[in-house]
């Protein structure tokens, strides 16, 4: 049997958002919002550029998905340019490719 002493009440509680679930059929962009604001990205040319409905571009807590984007050259081309605006590929941002069985549910969140 384990005991358990009183609460850690100096511990910092941790603020979870509300999981994104991602697409099983495309890639979705992953991006710290931070990240996004630092290198002075906005919604409205993600919108016209990649043709989003309102469900492709979810901002959640410190998290910003985009997507589900389609066409193989839509996020190859991305990842080129975030990265020549400063932002660091798996640090400010991360690709999950939509390549998984459909009958698997992916959800994603942040943890700050």
Not at 55 to 75: K, N
Not at 90 to 111: C, I, Y
């Amino acid at each position: 049997m384990l005991l358990q002493g009183p609460p850690d009440r100096t511990a910092t509680p941790h603020t979870f958002a509300m999981p994104l679930p991602l697409s099983d059929a495309y890639p979705t962009l992953l991006i710290q919002r931070a990240a996004f604001e630092r290198a002075g990205l906005t919604r409205t040319a993600f919108d016209e550029r990649f043709a989003l409905t309102e469900d492709d571009f979810r901002v959640e807590g410190d998290l910003i998905a985009i997507g589900p984007l389609v066409g193989e050259d839509a996020l190859t081309g991305l990842v080129a340019e975030l990265e020549s605006l400063g932002l660091i590929y798996f640090d400010d941002f991360f690709e999950m490719s939509g390549n998984w069985p459909a009958w698997l549910n992916v959800f994603v969140a942040t943890t700050r």
